[in-house]
């Protein structure tokens, strides 16, 4: 069975456990790393969080 190893963490994981659309990009991220990104970004440019979610962010403020 063919593991992937992430480029964040480090860990081997299965193909179904990585992000897809970062895999179709060419970039092996977990999904676990891609919530952490996803969630770091967030407090970057919502760090008293406003928002209700990083969509919502974009939609609304940004
Ligand atoms: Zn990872």
């Known amino acids: 069975m063919n593991v992937y ?4 963490c480090g860990e081997k994981f ?4 990585l992000d897809p659309e ?3 990009e060419g970039e ?4 676990n ?10 407090d970057f440019v919502d760090p008293d969080h ?3 979610s ?6 609304n403020g940004g």
Request: contains cysteine; proline residues 0%; charged residues 45%.
């Open 5 to 8: 190893k992430c480029e964040e």
């Open 50 to 52: 406003n928002y209700d």
């Open 33 to 42: 790393c891609t919530e952490f990104l996803l969630e770091s970004g967030r």
């Open 14 to 17: 299965k193909k179904e456990q």
């Open 54 to 59: 990083f969509e919502d962010w974009e939609e």
């Open 22 to 24: 970062l895999f179709n």
């Open 28 to 31: 092996i991220c977990c999904k």
